[in-house]
């Protein structure tokens, strides 16, 4: 449902406005594991997530600023890997 809802709003949310840049606050306490977020989205659905938020942005020309945040877990190397994501996701499009 979170990524369903996501893929609805983006179209919703630039229609509503012309954005020079975006920040984008990649928590990953929408994670299964997460002891707070309980949305459970996997390390795949995280993936999926990142790349939607930025490619949506970058097919309309806009830049996207994107930092981790959230996360509250005791595994700190899972933890780790499930905030590097989000620069796996965006070092894709740098190429």
Do not use: K
């Amino acid at each position: 449902a979170y990524l369903e809802r996501l893929a609805a709003i983006l179209p919703e949310l630039s229609a509503q406005a012309h954005w020079d840049i975006v920040f984008y606050n990649a928590g990953v306490d929408v994670h299964a594991d997460d002891r707070l977020g309980r949305l459970s989205l996997s390390d795949d659905g995280l993936r999926a997530r990142d790349d939607m938020v930025i490619s949506h942005f970058r097919a309309q020309g806009v830049p996207v600023c994107g930092v981790i945040g959230g996360g509250y877990s005791t595994d700190v190397p899972a933890l780790a890997a499930r905030h590097a994501i989000l620069f796996e996701v965006a070092a894709g499009y740098a190429r």
